[in-house]
């Protein structure tokens, strides 16, 4: 939601003070909001929800060193390192390539198509976490990343396509994120399915990790690519291939191998 809020603010304000006028300003506002956020925290009764803890007692679970001598885990890991550096390479590009899209000083409806795609981006990329968690509940982990991952494909491909017209640019980009962002809720609900609830936190900041990785490889890896080529077209090829390759080992390796390893592991 803050993202939502600020976008459209943070364009008017870096447009006519400039970047450092605006880091300072914005970061002084988003700290005030935090620390009075935080002073009117409190801590809860010590017999708040006791009941409801109690009913609801975490399952056993492997340790994060059990955890990591599994395949199913490092699958998992790889998966998304590919969807977190396919993401971050469009999100840490997006307002370079929409310059040479000639989008960046387009406007929709009075306001800035790239403002807009962004505010847009962030809307779908909160909303896609609950949706395809909802998903997944009724149809299963695997079958919803086929679908969501292949999703981002497509409409990284229809973005492409119809890159010059900024109606679309922005309504795909929106569909991007949608594809993209359930990386957050579909990664971590299959991992606590596999590995248990007892150490789920410790076990998903692992996982986690492969964020970090796709943030190093997505940007310079897109730069890169666009510095060595002179062209964008390659950057959508590989974050296109990512797509698809994930899906693919959703449906066709991870699937097979977690219903493997919770076969075997059944009894404990």
Known sequence: MGAVLSTFPVTISIA?????????????????????????MRQPPKDWMADY???????????????????VFWLMFLMMTMMSTSGLMVISQMASFSRDFGIANATIFGMGALPLALTLDRVTNGLTRPFFGWVSDRIGREKTMFI???LEAIAMTLWLL???????????????????????SLFPS?????FGEKHAITNYGFL????????????????????ATGSWLPVFA?????????????????KPMRGKYLRANAST
């Open 16 to 40: 006519k003070l400039g970047y450092q006028a605006t880091l300072l300003h914005f970061g002084l506002i988003f700290g005030a909001v935090a620390f009075l956020a935080a002073i009117g």
């Open 53 to 71: 803890i109690a009913r609801n007692k975490k399952t056993e679970g492997l340790s994060s060193g059990q955890m990591l001598k599994t395949p």
């Open 148 to 150: 969501a991952f292949g």
């Open 162 to 184: 119809t890159r010059d017209v900024t109606l679309l640019f922005v309504l795909f980009s929106g569909l991007v994120f949608f594809g993209w962002g359930e990386i957050f």
């Open 190 to 194: 299959t991992l606590t399915d596999t």
């Open 208 to 227: 986690y990790m492969a964020q970090g990785i796709g943030s190093i490889f997505g940007g310079p890896l897109a730069a890169r690519l666009h510095e």
């Open 238 to 254: 590989v974050v296109i291939s990512l797509d698809i390759l994930t899906a693919l080992l959703a449906i066709a390796v991870l």
